[in-house]
T-cell receptor, first 115, second 114 residues
């Protein structure tokens, strides 16, 4: 079974530029998560989707971050404009969903460097 | 909200020895405690989890213990091998409506010396 797929794996941009990350969850997983992982820290939740609905986006900095999950499968996380402090690893995870399975499976992440 | 503290931040052991990583959590409502292993350049991978109605769980060389009264839980790895070298994260979770929200510790870099 294919795992969570993320692209790109690495991204280097200059500050104030836009950037987008893409995630394809495990087939059949209804719940999708975006996490931020700073160097030497554990992942921190940015947003959680149940199908195409964002049910928890309280930690998402909405002035510059946006996300979407059209058709309830793939998801895109966007930053515009990027700041130096956004340099981190952006992880996507998925789980079967409510009452079906709560184990979260993580993708390899996108490593962002903002110069 | 939930706060999870993890110790130690780094741990070096000789191959074949045991390794223990400890975590404490703040919210007594937390009822699910997974442990993840993260290798360099990869995402976290679940290695074992425990629920609040169980005090201990074991899977081959890995075991987890939970003390709900003290609000702490621990990961035990026996007969360590070089391939166990990685960063380990504990997490605590509270059911939030229809799904779980994980709060992670800050990680432990485990190095197994051959």
């Amino acid at each position: 079974e294919a795992g969570v797929v993320q692209s790109p794996r690495y991204k280097i941009i200059e500050k104030k530029q836009p950037v987008a990350f893409w995630c394809n969850p495990i087939s059949g997983h209804n719940t999708l998560y975006w996490y931020l992982q700073n160097l030497g820290q554990g992942p921190e939740l940015l947003i959680r989707y149940e199908n195409e609905e964002a049910v928890d986006d309280s930690q998402l900095p909405k002035d510059r971050f946006s996300a979407e999950r059209l058709k309830g499968v793939d998801s895109t996380l966007k930053i515009q404009p990027a700041e130096l402090g956004d340099s981190a690893v952006y992880l996507c995870a998925s789980s079967l969903g409510p009452d079906r399975g709560e184990t979260q499976y993580f993708g390899p992440g996108t490593r962002l460097l903002v110069l | 909200g939930e706060n999870v503290e993890q110790h130690p931040s780094t741990l070096s052991v000789q191959e074949g020895d045991s390794a223990v990583i400890k975590c404490t959590y703040s919210d007594s409502a937390s009822n699910y405690f997974p442990w993840y292993k993260q290798e360099l350049g990869k995402g976290p991978q679940l290695i074992i989890d425990i629920r609040s109605n169980v005090g201990e769980k074991k899977d081959q060389r890995i075991a987890v213990t939970l003390n709900k009264t003290a609000k702490h839980f621990s990961l035990h790895i026996t007969e360590t091998q070089p391939e166990d070298s990685a960063v380990y994260f504990c997490a605590a979770s509270i059911s939030s409506g229809s799904a779980r929200q994980l709060t992670f510790g800050s990680g432990t870099q485990l190095t197994v010396l051959p």
